[in-house]
């Protein structure tokens, strides 16, 4: 039996998804399509991105999954969990069993719009 619940929930509302032109050497494709993608989370500030593949939407899944690695996310993620949990200064480290990468569940939309879950390293 599991003692997991969801503390909170981030949609694509929390989030600016830019496109670009990937720019640089790869022939006609890459230079003519807006493939690479930058995410942001407003509330932390943290920002991804990835360019690497012709494919908008694996791009996209690829920035989220390095988005959730960064500093940013990370310190803003042990706040918010904190905060929720009521927890103090004290007891961080309650904060940082809850948000362990085994918890952490990141869900991105395919091509064919469906919820997939992504890859997080660590977890």
Do not use: P, Y
Not at 8 to 14: E, G, I, L, N, Q
Not at 43 to 64: I, M, P
């Amino acid at each position: 039996m599991s003692d997991r619940r969801l503390l909170f929930s981030v949609t694509a509302k929390d989030f600016d998804v830019d496109t670009f032109c990937t720019g640089g050497n790869g022939g006609q494709h890459r230079n003519a399509k807006r493939n690479g993608v930058r995410v942001t989370h407003r509330a932390s500030g943290a920002v991804a991105e990835h360019r690497d593949g012709r494919d908008q939407g694996k791009n996209r899944a690829t920035a989220f999954a390095k988005l959730v690695e960064t500093k940013e996310w990370r310190a803003w993620h042990r706040a918010e969990v904190a905060r929720v949990l009521g927890i103090t200064a004290e007891a961080e480290r309650a904060a940082e069993l809850a948000m362990a990468a085994a918890n952490l569940r990141v869900e991105v939309k395919d091509e064919d719009g469906r919820w997939v879950e992504a890859e997080v390293a660590g977890a």
